[in-house]
Nanobody, 114 residues
Framework: QVQLVESGGGLVQTGGSLRLSCAAS????????MGWYRQAPGKQRELVAA???????SYADSVKGRFTISRDNDKNSVYLQMNSLKPEDTAVYYC????????WGQGTQVTVSS
């Protein structure tokens, strides 16, 4: 069983920055990738960014150029640096880990005020 613990959410003004962290523990075998999803009220959960074990990175078009995902394999951790935040980035952000199946963190709230 995999446990994912997120931190770093909060309230920030438009144009501000936040850094999310996610630490994985438990049965960590054959990790394929880690990443971040988000879900805004009344909307479907969407993939924000992901990074494979080999370092291949993908971003949602809406965050390209503003968000940066990184990973520390030794610490089994993934990070999301979010810059130039907009009100439409407001959502609960979930850490995800792909191995034999998909595991989720509990979510951390990010609120961007206008």
């Amino acid at each position: 069983q995999v446990q994912l613990v997120e931190s770093g959410g909060g309230l920030v003004q438009t144009g501000g920055s936040l850094r999310l962290s996610c630490a994985a523990s438990g049965s960590l075998f054959s990790i394929k990738a880690m990443g971040w999803y988000r879900q805004a009220p009344g909307k479907q959960r969407e993939l924000v960014a992901a990074i494979t074990s080999g370092g291949v990175i993908s971003y949602a078009d809406s965050v390209k150029g503003r968000f940066t995902i990184s990973r520390d394999n030794d610490k089994n951790s993934v990070y999301l640096q979010m810059n130039s935040l907009k009100p439409e980035d407001t959502a609960v952000y979930y850490c995800a880990l792909w191995a034999s199946d998909l595991s989720w963190g509990q979510g951390t709230q990010v609120t961007v005020s206008s």
